[in-house]
C-alpha cells in the first residue's frame, strides 16, 4: 500500500478566533488523494474550524493538540477523547515535546492517553525526538525507540493503523535549524525498522522541526519522510497554502 504524503499543521497556543476564521476563508488546500491535511487547532476553535471547514468543502481534517488520559471525571480544566471526536476531531497529537517538557508528560501517561484516544476513535499522531545534548551524546536513536517502545509497542495489529508517528528533533523545533534530510532520512528509517513486521511499511513517519516551503520539497523526497508536522510555518495561510501544494506536485 502507497503511504499518503502528510501537510500537518500544529497550530500550538497561537491565533483567535477571528484570525482561525481569517485562515478558513484565505486557505487553499490542493485536492490531491495521495494528500492528507490536517490542522491541530488550539481547543476553543476545533467546532469552528471543523464547520468553517465543511461549509468551504476543504479536503482537510481536524487534529486536537492533546487529551486527558481519563474518558471522563472530576478533572477541571481539562478536555477528553470523547469531547473531541464530539465536535468533529479525527485525529489527536500526543507526546509532543513541548507537553513531555513543560507538562512532565511520561511514556507512561502517554500509552494511557493513546489507549483512551484510539477507544475514543480517534487517530493519533504521536510525537518522538531527541535533545540536543542526547544528539550529541549520540544516543538519539535509543531515546526514540526508547519513547515509542514504552507508549505504542503494545497496540494490537489492528490499531496500528490509526497511528502517525512524528520524528521531530527537539533542537530543530522552532528554532530555525532544520534537521539535514540525510538526518532526517536515517532517523525515520529507523522507526520504521523497529516497527511490527505486518504494519513497517504502511506507518507514516512524518518529520517536524523547522520545516517550510524552502526545505519541504526536499524532505519529502527521502524515501521514508511521509510529510511534516508543521508549526511556525502553518500559521498563515499563505504558507500552509504553499506546503500543500507542494505536497501535490510531487
Ligand atoms: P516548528 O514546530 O515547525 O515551528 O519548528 C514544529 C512542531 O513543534 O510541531
Given at each position: 500500500m502507497k503511504r499518503k504524503r502528510i501537510v500537518a499543521g500544529n497550530w500550538k497556543m497561537n491565533k483567535t478566533l477571528s484570525e482561525v476564521r481569517d485562515f478558513i476563508n484565505e486557505v487553499k488546500i490542493a485536492r490531491d488523494n495521495d494528500v492528507l491535511h490536517i490542522i491541530a487547532c488550539p481547543f476553543p476553535f476545533l467546532q469552528e474550524f471543523y464547520s468553517g471547514a465543511k461549509k468551504r468543502d476543504l479536503d482537510i481534517h481536524l487534529a486536537a493538540q492533546d487529551c486527558h488520559?481519563?474518558?471522563?471525571?472530576?478533572?477541571?480544566g481539562e478536555v477528553s477523547a470523547e469531547m473531541l471526536t464530539s465536535v468533529g476531531s479525527r485525529y489527536v497529537v500526543l507526546g509532543h515535546s513541548e507537553r513531555r517538557q513543560y507538562?512532565?508528560?511520561?511514556g507512561e501517561l502517554l500509552k494511557k492517553k493513546v489507549g483512551t484516544a484510539l477507544e475514543s476513535g480517534l487517530h493519533i499522531i504521536f510525537c518522538c525526538g531527541e535533545t540536543l545534548d542526547q544528539r550529541q551524546a549520540g544516543m538519539e536513536k535509543d531515546v526514540v525507540l526508547g519513547q515509542i517502545r514504552e507508549s505504542?509497542?503494545?497496540?494490537?495489529e489492528d490499531q496500528w493503523p490509526k497511528m502517525i508517528l512524528a520524528y521531530e528533533p527537539v533542537w530543530a523545533i522552532g528554532t530555525g535549524e532544520t534537521a539535514s534530510p540525510d538526518q532526517a532520512e536515517e532517523m525515520h528509517a529507523y522507526i520504521r525498522s523497529q516497527l511490527p513486521d505486518h504494519i513497517k511499511g504502511q506507518v507514516p513517519v512524518i518529520y517536524g522541526g523547522s520545516v517550510k516551503p524552502s526545505n519541504f520539497t526536499e524532505l519529502l523526497?527521502?524515501?521514508?519522510?511521509?510529510?511534516g508536522l508543521i508549526?511556525?510555518?502553518?500559521?498563515s495561510a499563505a504558507s500552509y497554502s504553499e506546503l500543500s501544494s507542494l505536497a501535490t506536485a510531487i
Open positions: 488520559h481519563a474518558r471522563s471525571g472530576a478533572y477541571t507538562f512532565n508528560e511520561s505504542l509497542f503494545h497496540l494490537d523526497s527521502r524515501d521514508n519522510i511521509d510529510g508549526g511556525g510555518a502553518s500559521l
